[in-house]
């Protein structure tokens, strides 16, 4: 599968370079991409459950793990026009790190339980 504003290899795990990431998820990212009108840097977006339980609270199970999510690095006036369009784009888990040296929004797009948002 192509995508006009991101490569399959972005989304690798970090641990072990596993991907499951599922397609229709980086269509709508790619979407959204289209949207804002810039690039969007992944900072994470597969994470086998290992990797997963090493970096997040969500253990084993969470959004990473399921090819659904990905964390945009986006700060600043750009976080907030992306906030904007990724609820537009319909992105139901959206988690907001907007202090510190790693400023990024996650997004995902499971229906468990959503929509939500939050921040770090």
Same mark, same amino acid.
């Given at each position: *599968? @192509?995508?006009?504003?991101?490569?399959?290899?972005?989304?690798?795990?970090k641990?072990?370079?596993?991907?499951? *990431?599922? %397609?229709?998820?980086?269509?709508?990212?790619? =979407?959204? #991409?289209?949207?804002v009108?810039?690039?969007?840097?992944?900072? %994470?977006?597969?994470?086998?459950?290992?990797?997963? *339980? @090493?970096? %997040?609270?969500?253990?084993?199970?969470?959004?990473? !793990?399921?090819?659904? @999510? $990905?964390?945009?690095?986006?700060? #600043? =006036?750009? @976080?907030?026009?992306?906030?904007k =369009? $990724?609820?537009?784009?319909? +992105? !139901?888990?959206?988690?907001?790190?907007?202090?510190?040296?790693?400023? +990024?929004?996650?997004?995902?797009?499971?229906?468990d339980?959503?929509?939500?948002?939050? %921040?770090?």
């Open positions: *599968m @192509a995508w006009r504003f991101f490569k399959l290899s972005e989304f690798d795990c641990h072990c370079g596993q991907n499951l *990431m599922q %397609s229709g998820f980086i269509d709508k990212l790619d =979407a959204l #991409r289209k949207e009108g810039f690039p969007l840097r992944v900072t %994470s977006g597969y994470r086998c459950p290992q990797h997963n *339980m @090493a970096v %997040s609270t969500t253990g084993p199970n969470g959004p990473h !793990t399921t090819g659904r @999510a $990905a964390d945009i690095g986006v700060d #600043r =006036a750009r @976080a907030l026009i992306v906030l =369009a $990724a609820l537009n784009l319909g +992105f !139901t888990g959206i988690g907001i790190q907007q202090k510190g040296a790693s400023r +990024f929004i996650h997004l995902d797009d499971l229906e339980g959503r929509p939500t948002i939050w %921040s770090y």
